[in-house]
């Protein structure tokens, strides 16, 4: 069965969408359009991407021009998640020229944005395409846009790592210094939480991996270690759970490894190539460029 791709829930777009117009808006609308254009006036435009790159955001833009006015035409000729090359027209809008000039920024902004993201995240995605390992996201998202990002990170064939601090349990190194253990903070939050939420502890060293293990966490994150000693983590991982190399990668027993640290496009094959599951990346949304995006009207 094909994978099916992300979608946002309609409230959520609904929601995102007003509260960027209602910034942009102001007090007293679009002054600009209001006192240069009728009201009666109508125009066509075109939104086209200048460079090459992955869509995403196209429900928000159609939303807020549908906000703005709901006569206006939002035809999509891509949909999120689609691949594009420079120069290809991706929406055709059409409708009251008010409406459509004064949604544009706010349609642009998501589109460039979420666009940037997903973009950004198919590079690394596309550098560690010949192993097991996933690109994933963190919680450092630009702050009420979390949701949104992590929807771009999807379509650019990342995954995500928690949405936020009430969804798993990332026990890191201060909360393993004041509980007092690796082993024992895992097994407490396992008693607090249930089985149905997923514990995750960090280490910094091959000893704290041990012992973490002893405790049967879901994930192991391996904090700021070099593709030597994150080999070294996988080989103690499958010596743990008794597995060979043939077995290793897609036993559903055995504890899941994360690599976290110096990630960057140069250094993510190398990690990728030890052999960990999953690594995670704050530079997927907070350091994405937005993908150039422009609006051209038409009479």
């Known amino acids: 069965m094909t994978a099916l791709r992300p979608e946002l829930p309609a409230l959520m777009v609904e929601e995102q969408a007003k509260a960027a117009l209602l910034e942009d808006l102001g007090r007293a609308g679009d002054i600009t359009t209001l006192s240069t254009i009728g009201p009666g006036q109508t125009a066509t435009a075109k939104m086209g991407v200048r460079e090459a790159g992955v869509v995403a955001g196209l429900e928000l833009a159609r939303t807020a021009f549908r906000l703005i006015d709901p006569s206006i035409r939002f035809e999509a000729l891509a949909g999120d998640g689609d691949r594009v090359a420079a120069g290809a027209t991706i929406a055709r809008i059409s409708g009251r020229a008010r409406g459509l000039l004064s949604a544009e920024r706010v349609a642009l902004n998501f589109l ?147 690599a976290s640290g110096n990630v960057k496009i140069e250094t993510i094959r190398a990690i990728a190539e030890t052999g960990v599951d999953y690594i995670s990346t704050s530079k997927i949304t907070m350091a994405a460029p937005t993908l150039d995006i422009g609006l051209d009207v038409s009479i």
């Open 112 to 258: 460039m944005h979420l666009s940037g993201v997903a973009t950004y995240t198919a590079t690394f995605a596309d550098e560690i395409a010949h192993t097991n390992a996933k690109v994933c996201c963190t919680r450092k998202t630009i702050p009420g846009l979390r949701a949104l990002e992590k929807y771009a990170v999807r379509l650019g064939g990342g995954s995500n790592h928690r949405y936020g601090l009430d969804d798993a349990v990332l026990i890191k190194d201060n909360h393993i210094a004041v509980s007092g253990g690796v082993a024992g903070a895992i097994r407490a939050a396992r008693a607090y939480c249930g089985h149905l939420v997923k514990v995750e502890v960090e280490v910094d060293g091959l000893a704290q991996l041990r012992e973490a293990l002893t405790a049967s966490p879901d994930v192991v994150l391996l904090d700021n270690m070099g593709p030597e000693l994150l080999s070294e983590a996988v080989a103690i991982n499958a010596v743990h759970w008794g597995l060979s190399a043939a077995s290793y990668p897609g036993d559903l027993r055995r504890t899941r490894l994360e």
